[in-house]
């Protein structure tokens, strides 16, 4: 299953608590104050991976969390860091913040990262609270929360060329010609619901990408249809193709045909 955009809930990890512990030995009655502090909470870390297609992963799972940072111990014993918990998406995804509506990061190319939600800080044991004034102090911090969002997820398909046209135009028959993709094609409009990529190989040691966009219609710059889902994943191809059928199955106008689409682009 293809899916392009889906909206999820990021829950980084808490950090771990202080502690609140003297020293005691045999001939150290009176020892000073020895609690570790907590850990910190897991980050959710989101990174574009080279080989991974879709959000089709995020799209079975609408809530990650990280684990929470462990707590400090006695003997001033800090508690453990909690592990980062990574999130692997295609190059070309954009993280929108979906409560204030603007864009965190867009992951255009494979290595690309971000720390999508934060994880808490751990807190003070009593150690840190030691002076010159105070030599037995009781104070500690809890851990701090971590970050909780609420993360839309969009895959802008990146390509080197685009293929574009009114549904059955022929981009699949072509893509299929020029490269190893293999995209569904039938004699019927929409047989292309999702979008295609296929590397074209020009000789041993050169190549391009080709991307074959689901038909579009009339209105689509406006929504109409799965406009704004489909004219996305061209934005960042660096040359369309226009594919005008000559002699459509519909009986219109090429021509005319051809100006529609021009006009939604």
């Given at each position: 299953?293809?899916?392009?955009?889906?909206?999820?809930?990021?829950?980084?990890g808490?950090?771990?608590?202080?502690?609140?512990?003297f020293?005691r030995?045999?001939?150290?009655?009176?020892?000073?104050?020895?609690g570790?502090?907590?850990?910190?909470?897991?980050?959710?870390?989101?990174?574009a991976?080279?080989?991974?297609?879709?959000l089709?992963?995020?799209?079975?799972?609408?809530?990650?969390?990280?684990?929470?940072?462990?707590?400090?111990?006695?003997?001033?014993?800090?508690?453990?860091?909690?592990?980062?918990?990574?999130?692997?998406?295609?190059?070309?995804?954009?993280?929108?913040?979906?409560?204030?509506?603007?864009?965190?990061?867009?992951?255009?190319?494979?290595g690309?990262?971000?720390?999508?939600?934060?994880?808490?800080?751990?807190?003070?044991?009593?150690?840190?609270y030691k002076?010159?004034?105070?030599?037995?102090p009781?104070?500690?911090?809890?851990?701090?929360?971590?970050?909780?969002?609420?993360?839309?997820?969009?895959?802008?398909?990146?390509?080197?060329?685009?293929?574009?046209?009114?549904?059955?135009?022929?981009?699949?028959t072509l893509?299929?010609?020029?490269?190893?993709?293999?995209?569904?094609?039938?004699?019927?409009?929409?047989?292309?619901?999702?979008?295609?990529?296929?590397?074209?190989?020009?000789?041993?040691?050169?190549?391009?990408?080709m991307?074959?966009?689901?038909?579009?219609?009339?209105?689509?710059?406006?929504?109409?249809?799965?406009?704004?889902?489909?004219?996305?994943?061209?934005?960042?191809a660096?040359?369309?193709?226009?594919?005008?059928?000559?002699?459509?199955?519909?009986?219109?106008?090429?021509?005319?045909?051809?100006?529609?689409?021009?006009?939604?682009?």
């Amino acid at each position: 299953m293809f899916v392009d955009r889906v909206q999820v809930e990021l829950q980084a990890g808490k950090g771990g608590d202080g502690c609140v512990s003297f020293r005691r030995e045999k001939y150290v009655p009176n020892g000073g104050p020895d609690g570790g502090n907590g850990g910190h909470g897991g980050s959710i870390v989101v990174v574009a991976e080279e080989g991974v297609n879709n959000l089709s992963l995020l799209a079975h799972r609408k809530r990650w969390k990280a684990t929470r940072g462990q707590h400090g111990e006695g003997s001033n014993r800090h508690g453990r860091h909690a592990e980062d918990l990574t999130i692997r998406v295609p190059p070309g995804t954009v993280l929108i913040d979906a409560d204030r509506n603007f864009i965190i990061r867009d992951l255009v190319q494979a290595g690309d990262s971000v720390v999508a939600a934060r994880g808490g800080r751990g807190g003070w044991g009593n150690n840190h609270y030691k002076s010159s004034t105070n030599r037995a102090p009781r104070e500690f911090t809890r851990g701090e929360d971590g970050e909780l969002r609420n993360i839309i997820f969009e895959l802008k398909v990146i390509a080197d060329v685009g293929l574009v046209g009114k549904p059955n135009a022929g981009k699949s028959t072509l893509l299929s010609r020029l490269s190893r993709a293999r995209p569904e094609i039938a004699d019927y409009p929409f047989t292309t619901k999702h979008p295609n990529l296929g590397q074209v190989q020009i000789d041993f040691d050169r190549g391009f990408v080709m991307a074959d966009i689901p038909g579009l219609i009339e209105g689509a710059h406006a929504g109409v249809g799965l406009g704004h889902e489909f004219l996305r994943h061209i934005e960042r191809a660096g040359i369309l193709v226009h594919l005008v059928e000559p002699a459509p199955i519909d009986g219109s106008d090429p021509l005319q045909n051809y100006r529609a689409i021009r006009e939604e682009l």
